[in-house]
């Protein structure tokens, strides 16, 4: 059953698991540790690995660094920031940019096997996949009330401490050029960071964070905007009629969020295209949709990451999953990552129930703002969802598309994302 059925029910695991925490490791930092093999990999790696926790006041962020396999000296160094919230930099790691990926046809053992992942954006890059906010992945905090003070303006701020105290641990990567880099809810966390890091220099914090690009990829960035299209891209996309889009458009004004509970007809138009709609797969409208045949009973409505091999395995949108799900959550395999007994028994690729859907503060509703603020900035920005480039003296913002992707485009198209960064980062025409 579920942990967090109830706040109340959340805020006593939260309370044990911390106090936990406490007895076995009291207010003890975790340092870095070089991995050199890990479970499911045959021999050694060959690119450097390193995983670490970097404590911001009692709290513990969870890392894994991947030293550019090009010209670690002078590339890049990325913060890549996960959706969610509450999805772990493994999700990054393994699915999206980083140097492995799984065999998946061994997604379904107690180990499946990893391999060589083409196309890693740490051939011309350093990357920090990191699990933030709080209570995400094996990040954790020893104190109780962090968890409820967790939000995208806290996270924020913790992570440009985060930033600069691991630069203090790793001065070879000081004078790196830095990029911060954001995926899905991610996008919106992305210009948070920036913002908190560009203040943070100007105020003298050390040390200084040489920031020169952040990019995101089907990025978080105004709620009620993203609310709206909706209705419009479902139509452009073929999955309603003429007559229901325009029936919809006129009975709700052009507004589909937030409907008063009066306004009858646009409450029943948007019901139709629900229903027109409840069989889309919203992460790709050309896969299949693993939703549509989930126990939706309130005992038996698991998370993801605790559903069975069994109730999964038939849907090939899930197997990713079920691998990353399954690897992590070895105990070998959370040996070496050097994760503190104890901390955690029960690790998930996206913990929605104690961050998303339990404790988090979402107090940030639009990013807007803080894009036209970066205008007078020397920031490169790179959007990927459609191609467009606007240039304001040293500011750049460029808009791409990723052909054929659904959300989180590095997922669907590694090929064309990898071409598409490396272009970005030469400054070249993408």
């Not at 006593?12 to 479970?39: D, E, H, N, Q, W």
């Not at 906010?133 to 962090?146: A, Q, V």
């Amino acid at each position: 059953m579920s942990l967090c059925s109830s706040i109340h029910d959340c805020k006593s695991y939260i309370f044990m698991r911390t106090l936990l925490v406490l007895l076995l490791f009291g207010s003890t930092a975790l340092c870095g540790s070089i991995i050199k093999t890990l479970p499911g990999f045959p021999g050694i790696l060959p690119f450097k690995l390193e995983t670490g926790y970097i404590k911001v006041e009692s709290s513990e962020f969870f890392y894994y660094f991947v030293e550019s396999q090009g010209n670690p000296s002078k590339d890049p160094l990325i913060l890549h920031q996960l959706g969610g919230p509450g999805c772990s930099g493994l999700n990054g790691f393994f699915r999206q940019i980083g140097p492995l990926a799984f065999n998946l046809s061994t997604h379904g053992a107690i180990l499946p096997s990893l391999q060589l992942a083409p196309y890693s954006w740490t051939e011309i890059s350093s990357v920090i996949f990191i699990d933030a906010p709080i209570g995400t992945g094996f990040s954790y905090s020893t104190n109780f009330e962090d968890y409820f003070l967790s939000s995208d303006t806290n996270t924020a701020w913790m992570v440009n401490k985060f930033m600069r105290k691991w630069l203090e641990d790793h001065s070879e990567f000081k004078e790196n050029p830095f990029i911060v880099g954001g995926d899905s809810y991610g996008g919106l966390l992305a210009p948070l960071y920036v913002q908190e890091i560009l203040e943070g220099n100007k105020m003298g914090q050390e040390p200084f964070i040489n920031l020169k690009r952040f990019y995101v990829g089907s990025g978080h960035t105004d709620t009620d905007n993203e609310e709206n299209s909706k209705i419009p891209y479902v139509y452009h996309m073929g999955l309603i009629s003429d007559d229901l889009y325009e029936r919809a458009k006129e009975s709700c004004g052009g507004n589909y969020v937030n409907v008063n509970a009066t306004d009858t007809d646009c409450l029943n138009d948007l019901a139709k295209i629900a229903q027109c709609t409840k069989h889309i797969n919203k992460y790709h409208i050309l896969r299949t949709n693993c939703e549509r045949d989930r126990v939706n009973t309130k005992k038996d409505n698991q998370i993801q990451a605790r559903r069975s091999t069994e109730e999964m395995s038939w849907c090939e949108e899930y197997i990713p999953d079920l691998a990353i799900q399954n690897w992590a959550s070895n105990k070998r395999v959370q040996d070496a990552l050097q994760i503190p007994k104890g901390t955690y028994k029960n690790w998930h690729r996206c913990n929605f129930e104690e961050v998303r859907d339990g404790t988090y503060i979402n107090n940030v509703k639009s990013v807007i703002g803080h894009y036209k603020n970066l205008i007078n900035s020397s920031i490169e920005v790179l959007v990927y969802m459609y191609t467009m480039t606007y240039k304001n003296f040293n500011y750049r913002l460029t808009y791409a598309t990723v052909k054929g992707a659904g959300h989180s485009p590095t997922e669907y198209k590694r090929k064309e994302c990898y071409s598409m960064i490396q272009r970005w980062m030469n400054n070249s025409p993408l």
